[in-house]
């Protein structure tokens, strides 16, 4: 079984894994449209589904890739929720601005 | 095996005891939730039933302890019939143990035959007399649940359990006479004989305290036992401020100087429950108590000269005010507090027995005095002025002829009830000293007051002609009839007992009569006639006055205006009370603990705290922006935040490890 080149250092695979999910943060915090920033989070996701795999691999342990069975049952519900709510909103908004989605406040 | 051996059996299983202290106390009990909870439902026949049977059974029980008592085996001191050992373990708290005891010696008997047997009676009457009233069940559970709490009390074998009855009777008391609430003075007269009476039980509380702290229990038997055997154990100063505490107790009940002024008020009840709780039964509760810690007051014989002069000072104090008061159930009231005072004056003398005895022939004539005069009011409608009575000889003539009987017993006619043992205390008096001797004369003093109130009040009533329109109309029933007679016999005969052999039967529980050398039958004869000569004096007067010329009693009213309206106005003690201690009162209620502590200080703090609360929700709710991309920011400013502590801070938790277990 020799799909992971053990030449290629488990830090790699976690400074990926960290831009991967700063990439996620960064896009979630600046960007406007709903689709976009729905589009971080699963960036967010998928990076801390590969730290999962990484450190699942590095203790030889199953727990790990369970986790991401998981995650990756759980972002595929959320996205299609999600992309409904997305839908939904902008039937009644006509628009996909974040900014322009305020009803929380009072 | 006969019937005495088989008593005798019985009460050495003592089962018969057992079961019937607990039933004294539970039948009345059991009455009161009936009625009280199911009284409105009830056909009234029903309600009639439970509110009789109740005392009725009560009354029973313990004739059968008397019987048991009497036949045979005589009254040990607690221990035999006491069943201390199946008392009901009810408080206990590190060291201290306190009994739910039920104690039945020569005292509480005495006591339990007076409370259920003119109880009962007076139940009796009732039944005639709230005939009509729409509140018939809520009056007989209070009725109930009034013997319930005095039986208790009579019965307790502590302190502790004395003082749950003491404060469930000032319940009773309260309730009753506020009976009619829709009335402003009744319902003023129930609140202020409820005050007047926590002052007092704040008293008896302190002294229990004291108890505790200095003897270690509040066991009747083994404060006596331990004061019996070693006198200088406690601190002298010590008795004599728990017997100053006990008798302010006493005085609050019984309605003695310097806390009587609830009494006359508590005639806003309806009379049955005058009769019975605010003349024949609960009132005598202090001198009850006083005769049951007697071993302490023997030892403080400056709290116990003290009980002398009380008393002696409201029996002459009150018989003043009865001269002139109007309304006959207020006269009676008088009467009762200044009889009380006649109680507590033989207790200062030490000759409690004497005490005891009063208390139960007084029982007799003073409940027969109130019956009486409900039964005036009764048949008048309503009306109480004596003013407004005259000539109902021969409108009400069993009242009359019973009511006659009352009067010459509480005068002091000879062979009658009271004659025995008001010459009782006054003869215990005269041999206690020189002290003893004022006591003494003051109480000759009062006897002859009582012998003109009483005659006036029966002249007024009776005799002459009715001075108003309001006609007697209604029948007196036979249910008010037949209390009235039975009373009418005791109050003749109670007194044949004697107070050699009620001291000598008495003796166990408070001790035998002082003795002293001066004492000698042709002595006591000698006062008797004294005594007699006296009430006959004040019977004159009152013919006089009110017989032969009605006009002379206006006439020297106002020949001495001044001595007319103090007593007129009792004193003014009620007026001097409410400027001294309840306008004072009112006023820092209002001012100081209404303004000052609770508008301005814990108002003031109670508003600071919301005054900080709002601004920093003003200062806050700038967060909530509603813009999702600010939350998001916090939030992930949040994690990085926890993150950063766990680096600096690391805990040594880390997936690592996680993933390895």
């Known amino acids: 079984m020799t799909f992971l080149h053990h030449d290629v250092p488990l830090s790699w695979y976690l400074l990926l894994s960290a831009v991967l999910f700063s990439l996620g943060v960064v896009g979630f915090l600046i960007k406007r449209n709903l689709i976009t920033v729905f589009l971080s989070i699963e960036l967010m996701l998928n990076a801390v589904n590969l730290s999962f795999v990484t450190f699942a691999y590095q203790w030889q342990a199953v727990k790990g890739q369970i986790f991401v069975f998981f995650v990756m049952m759980v972002a595929a519900a959320e996205a299609a929720v999600g992309l409904a709510i997305i839908i939904a909103v902008f039937r009644a908004r006509a628009t996909l601005s974040v900014d322009r989605i305020d009803l929380m406040k009072l | 095996m006969n019937a005495e051996q088989m008593t005798t059996v019985l009460l050495h299983h003592g089962f018969i005891i057992f079961a019937s202290l607990w039933l004294i106390p539970l039948l009345p009990f059991v009455g009161f939730l009936v009625n009280g909870v199911f009284g409105a439902r009830l056909p009234k026949w029903l309600v009639t039933a439970v509110g009789l049977l109740a005392p009725l059974g009560s009354f029973v029980v313990v004739l059968i302890d008397a019987y048991a008592a009497w036949s045979g085996v005589t009254l040990p001191v607690a221990e035999e019939l006491a069943l201390n050992h199946r008392a009901i373990d009810w408080i206990s708290v590190g060291s201290l143990h306190i009994d739910f005891t039920l104690v039945l010696d020569q005292l509480s008997l005495v006591m339990l035959l007076v409370v259920t047997g003119v109880g009962f009676l007076i139940h009796i009457y009732s039944v005639g007399y709230m005939h009509g009233d729409p509140g018939y069940a809520r009056y007989f559970s209070y009725l109930n649940l009034f013997l ?25 008391s309260y309730l009753l006479i506020g009976f009619w609430f829709q009335k402003k003075t009744a319902a003023d007269a129930g609140k202020k004989a409820f005050v007047v009476n926590r002052i007092g039980d704040f008293g008896f509380l302190i002294g229990i305290f004291l108890l505790l702290a200095n003897f270690g229990t509040l066991t009747f038997s083994e404060i006596s036992a331990k004061l019996t055997a070693s006198p200088a154990a406690i601190d002298a100063g010590v008795l004599t401020a728990i017997c100053l505490c006990l008798l302010f107790g006493a005085t609050g009940k019984s309605a003695q100087l310097p806390l009587y002024i609830w009494l006359p008020d508590a005639m806003e009840g309806p009379t049955p429950v005058s009769a019975l709780i605010h003349a024949a039964t609960m009132v005598t509760a202090g001198v009850y108590m006083i005769a049951r810690t007697h071993v302490l007051f023997d030892h403080a014989p400056k709290a116990l000269a003290l009980v002398g002069i009380v008393g002696a000072a409201t029996a002459l104090f009150a018989a003043t005010i009865a001269l002139v008061q109007n309304d006959i159930k207020r006269v009676l009231a008088y009467s009762t507090i200044s009889q009380l005072g006649y109680m507590f004056l033989a207790c200062g003398v030490a000759a409690y027995s004497a005490g005891i005895f009063h208390l139960v022939t007084h029982a007799f004539f003073k409940a027969l005095l109130f019956l009486a005069a409900g039964s005036i009011i009764h048949a008048m409608g309503g009306e109480q002025d004596l003013r407004k009575m005259g000539g109902l000889r021969k409108r009400l003539p ?79 029933p036979l249910s008010m009839l037949v209390p009235l007679v039975i009373l009418a016999l005791l109050s003749i005969g109670g007194g044949w007992i004697g107070i050699e052999r ?89 001012y100081v603990l209404g303004w000052v502590i609770d508008v301005a200080i814990l108002g003031g703090i109670a508003w600071l705290l919301a005054g900080v609360a709002s601004l920093a929700g003003m200062i806050l709710q700038r967060w909530q922006s509603g813009n999702l991309r600010s939350y998001a920011a916090w939030l992930a400013l949040g994690a990085a935040a926890v993150l950063l502590f766990v680096l600096l801070h690391g805990t040594g938790f880390t997936f690592a490890t996680a993933l390895r277990h």
Not at chain 2, 507 to 525: D, I, K, M, Q
Not at chain 2, 536 to 565: E, N
């Open chain 2, 148 to 172: 319930f709490f005095m039986t208790t009390l009579v019965l307790a074998g502590n302190v502790l359990v004395m003082f749950v009855g003491w404060e469930g009777v000032g319940l009773a």
């Open chain 2, 398 to 476: 069993v009242t009359f002829w019973t009511m006659t009987i009352a009067v010459f017993t509480i005068a002091g006619c000879p062979l009658l009830a009271a004659f025995f043992s008001k010459d009782a205390i006054l003869y215990a008096a005269f041999l206690h000293g020189a002290s003893g001797r004022i006591l003494w004369f003051i109480g000759l003093m009062t006897a002859l007051l009582t012998s003109f109130y009483m005659f006036r009040l029966w002249y007024l009533a009776f005799l002459g002609e009715l001075r108003s329109e309001q006609h007697p109309h209604h029948a007196t």
């Open chain 2, 502 to 590: 009620i001291s000598a039967y008495l003796s166990p529980s408070t001790g035998a009569l002082p003795t002293s050398a001066e004492s000698n039958p042709h002595l006591e004869l000698n006062l008797s006639l004294l005594a007699v000569a006296f009430a006959v004096v004040g019977w004159f007067f009152a013919d006089w006055l009110y017989r032969r010329r009605p006009a002379r009693a206006t006439q020297l009213a106002s020949a001495v205006p001044a001595a007319y309206q103090l007593l007129a106005n009792k004193y003014y003690v009620d007026e001097f009370y409410g400027a001294m201690f309840v306008k004072p009162l009112l006023a820092t209620s209002k």
